[in-house]
């Protein structure tokens, strides 16, 4: 029995099943897309009530129909579908069909990317993926990089790096042996006031503190302010502090706003600073024929965070982290004799495990490999540049609006706006009604925003990431937020 339904295998039986299940899975997951809004399950309370139940693991099993009804009853109808038009709250994107179809290949195959043995075309692919991608976002031959779990664990990677490199080449002290030298409450990270927060989680988990992030104001348009960065680096360098890195933000998760690479690149130069490039949002503007030139200056950082699953459109997870210096990624190599021995390499084996902070890794690199090849330059510009374009046709059309106020013009593809009610423009009272929209269209519209703070006051937010918006979408939908806003 279990031989028949436990794997698929060479057996025609198990093939059958795996036709069978994947095929039903596929029907029912197609069915759940007989809407077009983005949410239309219960509120929190009543959606705990749903799921709860008396046992998760039954004393016999259920049996694949029993478990496929209640996926169709309990889960599929209350998922957030993010390919509909009225979702754009966060840097979420839907996943293109193409790379659905390279998930269900990655999982059937199961391969795991730390050593060959366990993933030998993978692997090689992996290399090729991460060969293009250095290409594409201007590195040099002697560029490498790996693929991880998403932008977190990317900028993880960077700036640890950073640290890393900052202790052997200006201090002479070999960590990953003897661990943070006894200056290491001295060392400083510079970044943007509005970063992501990864960068302070990072220096948490890297025995560094959240005290040593230096956050550096912005300007009007959400940029880190270069005088000030340079002002705060002369300030704690006359002080005895260690100035290690910068982390630059090539949008910026609300703002979509882009650092002045150039400058911060010279001021490292000037201070032996590494320079970590978090374009976790923005790396999707690469392929836009029309806007790549917003990216200048990307190839000056030492390494740079690239989100697959944001504007590229490719299922979670699926991120890399480039290295301009491969010999950087050393500092991860640690030996395992049942893992990668080093005759492996010499005779070819490559084994990925030695640049990463992962063990046991899944093959999200297949997706990239599949969808570049699958829609080629101009179709993926053509992606990139309309969701772009949305964001600057939204932000004229609220600007015209003396009931919206909007924070900034957009970079990438995300608009920061809030609606202002007639006599209520004091700020606290707007701020609750903006709040109460929010809510209102998740729950009646099943419309799905964002919101933020910019400036003490509360926001909406949209964050396009979606091709098939049209402009009248996106009239409607501040039609229905005014409507909204009005019946408070
Ligand atoms: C989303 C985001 C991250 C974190 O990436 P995850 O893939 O969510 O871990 C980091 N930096 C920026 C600027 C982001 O927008």
Not at 36 to 59: I, S, T, W
Not at 346 to 365: C, H, M, P, W
Not at 431 to 436: E, L, Q, S, Y
Request: proline residues 3%; hydrophobic residues 35%; contains cysteine.
């Amino acid at each position: 029995m279990l031989e028949n339904n436990l794997f698929l295998t060479d057996n025609p039986e198990s093939k059958a099943e795996y036709r069978r299940i994947i095929g039903d899975t596929v029907s029912a997951v197609v069915e759940a897309f007989d809407s077009p809004k983005a949410y239309e399950g219960p509120e929190p309370f009543r959606l705990k009530k749903l799921v709860e139940m008396e046992q998760l693991l039954p004393d016999h099993g259920l049996g694949w129909e029993k478990v496929l009804d209640n996926l169709k009853t309990v889960v599929l109808p209350n998922f957030l579908r993010t390919s509909s038009r009225d979702y754009m709250a966060h840097l979420h994107s839907p996943g293109t069909i193409e790379s659905i179809a390279g998930e269900l290949i990655l999982s059937t195959f199961n391969q795991s990317m730390d050593s060959w043995d366990q993933s030998p075309v993978a692997t090689e692919i992996e290399v090729q993926v991460v060969k293009c991608l250095c290409k594409m976002f201007g590195y040099g031959e002697n560029s490498d990089g790996v693929f991880t779990s998403g932008g977190s664990q990317s900028n993880f990677s960077g700036i640890t790096l950073a640290r890393d490199w900052y202790c052997s080449a200006n201090l002479n002290h070999d960590i990953q042996k003897k661990g943070l030298p006894s200056c290491s409450s001295k060392f400083r990270i510079y970044t943007s006031e509005i970063s992501h927060f990864s960068v302070e989680k990072t220096a948490h988990l890297l025995g560094l503190g959240y005290d040593s992030v230096v956050k550096v104001p912005v300007n009007e348009k959400q940029q880190m302010d270069f005088d000030s960065l340079e002002r705060l680096v002369k300030k704690d360098a006359a002080s005895g502090n260690l100035p290690v890195c910068v982390v630059c933000t090539f949008g910026t998760t609300d703002f979509g706003s882009i650092d002045p690479v150039e400058k911060i690149r010279k001021l490292c130069d000037e201070y032996k600073m590494y320079l970590h490039g978090d374009a976790a949002y923005g790396s999707g503007v690469i392929l836009s024929e029309k806007y790549r030139e917003k990216l200048a200056g990307i190839e000056l950082c030492d390494s740079i965070t690239v989100d697959f699953h944001k504007m590229f459109l490719l299922p979670i997870s699926c991120s890399a982290v480039l290295v301009k210096d491969k010999k950087n990624l050393d500092f991860f190599t640690i030996r395992a004799d049942y893992l990668n021995r080093e005759e492996d390499e010499e005779d070819g084996y490559t084994n990925l495990v030695d640049k990463s902070i992962q063990t046991t890794r899944r093959f999200d690199a297949l997706k990239v490999w599949i969808s570049f090849q699958m829609r080629g330059k101009d179709g993926w510009s053509e992606i990139i540049t309309k969701s772009m374009e949305n964001a600057r046709y939204f932000y004229g059309l609220l600007k015209e609006q003396p009931d919206f106020e909007v924070v900034t013009e957009p970079e990438i593809s995300s608009v920061v706006f809030r609606f202002v009610p007639e006599g209520k423009s004091d700020g606290e009272e707007a701020d609750a009604v903006n709040k109460k929209i929010r809510r209102s269209l998740i729950h009646e519209k099943g419309i799905v925003i964002g919101q933020t703070v910019c400036r003490g006051r509360v926001q909406l937010k949209f964050t396009l990431l979606n091709p098939l918006l049209s402009r009248e979408n996106l009239e409607e939908m501040m039609g229905v937020i005014r409507a909204l806003g009005k019946s408070f």
